[in-house]
């Protein structure tokens, strides 16, 4: 009882009181904490890189006496390309590593505390009178 009733008590009526008691409910709700977004990025990078390459050529030197001076000589060169190296670049994905996301549920236990109230009957008397208690 949180309030004291102050009342003569009657012996001709019948009077009847209610006694109240807490009990304690406990329930769970889920609430949402945080959201994530899981993406992948892609991020460029320019490379140089110095790569040889050869030149096949055929040289044809034609060695021609000078008519009029027979120790001069004169060289006629002739180069003919046969073949050449070309670059090409092939660019290939390569996994890098891979990723794993998990979602991962706990259980936790938490202690709950909470004050309950109870009502209890109290008497007071005036005079000389002797109460009996008898629990219900």
Do not use: F
């Not at 009181?17 to 892609?42: F, G, P």
């Not at 994905?93 to 259980?107: A, F, H, K």
């Amino acid at each position: 009882m949180t309030e004291k009733q102050n009342s003569q008590y009657d012996s001709s009526k019948d009077v009847t009181l209610q006694l109240h008691k807490e009990e304690m409910q406990i329930n769970k709700k889920r609430v949402k904490t945080a959201d994530v977004s899981i993406y992948k990025k892609t991020y460029t990078e320019e490379k140089q890189i110095i790569v040889p390459i050869t030149h096949e050529d055929l040289i044809i030197e034609k060695i021609v006496a000078d008519p009029e001076n027979p120790a001069e000589k004169k060289v006629e060169t002739i180069c003919i390309p046969l073949s050449e190296e070309r670059i090409e670049v092939t660019l290939t994905p390569t996994i890098l590593n891979d990723v794993e996301i998990n979602n991962n549920q706990y259980e936790e236990l938490i202690q709950v505390q909470e004050k309950l109230k109870e009502e209890k009957v109290h008497i007071d008397t005036i005079g000389d009178i002797t109460v009996v208690d008898n629990p219900l």
